[in-house]
């Protein structure tokens, strides 16, 4: 498969590296000192470009990318208000684009693990959920899109949790709260606490590296590349795990 890369920092290096390994070719690089290569014949020839930029760059990219008839896999967040736009040209307009909050395999299984918990803890109005994330300094967005995800995925199954805020302490306890904290080059940790005056119970994900994000992403251009439209995350898990090919495609 031809691979471009949209974003050519450490984790670009990173899917760069698994790609190869994976038997994929990187056709086209670009970066923010590039961005004429959206026009290149190596780019328009890529079955899939993968996306890895900023919030203020990541929806030009994809316009660029569907104007090429390329199809694109991000993992950018911080764009999600023009979410509408964008999943219009897929849905009506012919283009196609995997987005999802976090790559990670592992993430995925503490989404579904979340939303477990939170539908059991919906029955103990006795114990408060809340939300920690902490990310590397690098990052902009704050909350980062997998502890919206998460949070989404709380209010979703317990109706008594109707939104969230980062906040020290909420206005009451319909209100989730989420706390981002940036420091140093953590890759990403996501700690879920459902507290009580007796005990507290708490579940966390904690990445050692971005080498798990990054083969998430060549995993997902592996699986957009024979697709269209809008694709997600869970589609794919559901699509691999019951052709039972789960085990393989993650040798």
């Not at 760069?16 to 994976?22: G, K, P, T, Y």
């Amino acid at each position: 498969m031809k691979i471009a890369l949209i974003g050519y920092g450490k984790m670009g290096h990173a899917i760069e590296q698994i790609a190869i390994a994976r038997g994929h070719s990187i056709v086209c690089t670009i970066d923010a000192d590039n961005a004429e290569e959206f026009d290149s014949e190596a780019f328009a020839s890529a079955d899939v470009a993968i996306e890895f930029s900023t919030p203020a760059t990541a929806v030009d990219n994809y316009l660029k990318a569907f104007s090429r008839g390329v199809k694109v896999v991000s993992g950018t967040t911080g764009w999600l208000s023009r979410m509408p736009e964008v999943k219009a040209l897929c849905q009506d307009g012919g283009a196609t684009l995997f987005w999802t909050s976090n790559f990670s395999l592992g993430v995925n299984i503490f989404f579904a693990l979340n939303r477990y918990l939170a539908a059991i803890m919906a029955g103990f109005p006795q114990y408060t959920p809340s939300l920690e994330e902490i990310h590397h300094i690098h990052k902009l967005d704050h909350p980062s899109g997998t502890a919206i995800t998460l949070a989404q995925g709380i209010m979703d199954v317990d109706p008594a949790i109707a939104s969230w805020a980062e906040t020290e302490q909420p206005a009451d306890k319909s209100v989730l709260k989420v706390n981002a904290v940036r420091e140093g080059e953590v890759p990403g940790t996501h700690i879920i606490r459902w507290d009580s005056d007796v005990d507290t119970l708490t579940i966390e994900h904690r990445a050692k590296s971005r080498q798990g994000f990054a083969l998430g992403a060549v995993i997902a251009a592996e699986w957009a590349a024979s697709r269209q439209g809008w694709l997600t995350m869970d589609e794919m898990m559901h699509s691999l795990i019951s052709r039972s090919e789960l085990l393989d495609i993650v040798r």
